[in-house]
């Protein structure tokens, strides 16, 4: 594969990635949820852990066990476990999985990749499921945004008017969780926060209508990818790192301008 078209399929990952993780992000900060996709990472990168180890797809197994690890979070959450404690605990054991299982296996280079994520070795399998969690992110938020954001900031009311809100927002966490895995392929358990909180942080900062939020962020997101990538050809730096760098100063020159 010649240089342009490794370029070429980077971008179009990073852009895929930037909209899929900047609109869950958007429900992430306003549910002030933002230490709960850090530990999902940290989730998906121990599952990715168990699947090298036992032989199975790593990207099957991160979906499966970040799904089920989303929702048991959720469960305990009602049951007067606070969430930073369930999500503490979990955070800490995961990752010592993660490096115990990679060590085990002598896999050092995959705990490089899954901890930074590397955006210019993208595979014809990864972007294609890149395009499903993608669209399945948009439909999802075509369908339920509008009820899942009168949820975050009234929920007894949205109780009372919609019987099965506890289904949409457990496909919430599901979706969610199946973002933040497949952000971990591409930008890294370390970086992949990055991407779900600062667009959407910095869009809602921008903007006072709730629905402006949901389209400024993946903006903002996909122009911190483009020139994040175009840094990284200039100065032969990582281009993930870079392309976190971006959005914070977005973020913080948002903020600068509202003064």
Do not use: C, W
């Amino acid at each position: 594969m010649d240089f342009l078209m490794l370029y070429q399929r980077s971008f179009l990952a990073g852009l895929l990635t930037a909209v899929a993780t900047a609109l869950m992000g958007v429900h992430v900060v306003f549910r002030r949820m933002a230490f709960f996709g850090d530990a999902i990472a940290h989730v998906a990168f121990a599952a990715a852990a168990i699947g090298v180890t036992i032989g199975v797809s790593s990207f099957l197994s991160a979906v499966v066990l970040a799904v089920v690890a989303s929702l048991i979070l959720a469960k305990l959450s009602r049951r007067n476990i606070s969430e930073d404690v369930s999500v503490g605990v979990l955070f800490s054991l995961t990752m010592a999985i993660g490096v115990i299982l990679f060590s085990l296996v002598k896999r050092q280079r995959n705990l490089m990749s899954y901890l930074f994520g590397d955006i210019l070795t993208v595979t014809d399998t990864d972007m294609f499921y890149l395009s499903i969690v993608t669209v399945s992110v948009i439909v999802y938020n075509l369908l339920f945004k509008d009820t899942l954001v009168q949820f975050t900031f009234d929920e007894d009311f949205t109780k009372l008017m919609r019987p099965k809100i506890d289904l949409i927002y457990q496909l919430f966490l599901a979706v969610l969780a199946i973002t933040v895995v497949i952000g971990v392929r591409t930008v890294g358990v370390i970086l992949v926060s990055a991407f779900l909180i600062i667009p959407a942080a910095t869009a809602s900062i921008g903007a006072k209508d709730y629905r402006k939020v949901f389209l400024f962020a993946p903006v903002l997101s996909s122009i911190s990818v483009v020139v994040g990538l175009l840094l990284s050809l200039y100065m032969d730096v990582p281009p993930g790192a870079l392309i976190v760098v971006v959005q914070g100063a977005m973020f913080f020159t948002t903020i600068a301008l509202r003064r």
